[in-house]
T-cell receptor, first 112, second 118 residues
Framework: GEDVEQSLFLSVREGDSSVINCTYTDSSSTYLYWYKQEPGAGLQLLTYIFSNMDMKQDQRLTVLLNKKDKHLSLRIADTQTGDSAIYFCAESIGGSARQLTFGSGTQLTVLP | SAVISQKPSRDICQRGTSLTIQCQVDSQVTMMFWYRQQPGQSLTLIATANQGSEATYESGFVIDKFPISRPNLTFSTLTVSNMSPEDSSIYLC???????????????FGPGTRLTVL
């Protein structure tokens, strides 16, 4: 079955880089997504990566994908207090965003 | 992207009552989804709402408890019926947005409805 795992908590100092990790199990996943959930809010799509890519960069965000190990990471450069949130990775099942399996979420806390 | 709104944003309800949550999107979409996020948990899909047909429910969720309407391509409602404290959660709707320029289709989420059942 599908399973997506993340570590629950991460704390970093303001200005440092954050790396949030995710492992998934469905080898047929075509796209993998990162969502951000700020307190009391819904999920905001941050970025996604196609499974035939190793890396995708978008401003302060860098996504790395190791398909062999089924490992996905999100790196946030120059982390700011506004980046404090829960970050969810999600894998698409069967190659479509119609069916997403979400990880448990990683609570990122940015310390001053 | 799509802009999605939900009403109410939060509510406190008594056990045994029902609450209907509305989801409005600013463009026509084929597929809308309803999720539940229990406190401190990840998202669990309740059902997929397609316009003009019955909603498709995931294992563990039934129509009598979570009736869904989808009267048109921009609107859906989820009712939480005969509520108990275990129904206290955030309820989120999302829409499937078709990819453009070779990009993938993606799900965009509403802000959520925070429900507390006493």
């Amino acid at each position: 079955g599908e399973d997506v795992e993340q570590s629950l908590f991460l704390s970093v100092r303001e200005g440092d880089s954050s790396v949030i990790n995710c492992t998934y199990t469905d080898s047929s996943s075509t796209y993998l997504y990162w969502y951000k959930q700020e307190p009391g809010a819904g999920l905001q799509l941050l970025t996604y990566i196609f499974s035939n890519m190793d890396m995708k960069q978008d401003q302060r965000l860098t996504v790395l994908l190791n398909k062999k190990d089924k490992h996905l990471s999100l790196r946030i450069a120059d982390t700011q207090t506004g980046d404090s949130a829960i970050y969810f990775c999600a894998e698409s099942i069967g190659g479509s965003a119609r069916q997403l399996t979400f990880g448990s979420g990683t609570q990122l806390t940015v310390l001053p | 992207s799509a802009v999605i709104s939900q009403k109410p944003s939060r509510d406190i309800c008594q056990r045994g009552t029902s609450l209907t949550i509305q989801c409005q999107v600013d463009s026509q979409v084929t597929m809308m989804f309803w999720y539940r996020q229990q406190p401190g948990q990840s998202l669990t899909l309740i059902a997929t709402a397609n316009q003009g047909s019955e909603a498709t429910y995931e294992s563990g969720f039934v129509i009598d408890k979570f009736p869904i309407s989808r009267p048109n391509l921009t609107f859906s409602t989820l009712t939480v019926s005969n509520m108990s404290p275990e129904d206290s959660s955030i309820y989120l709707c999302s829409v499937l947005h078709s990819g453009t320029g070779g990009g993938t289709d993606t799900q965009y989420f509403g802000p959520g409805t925070r429900l507390t059942v006493l």
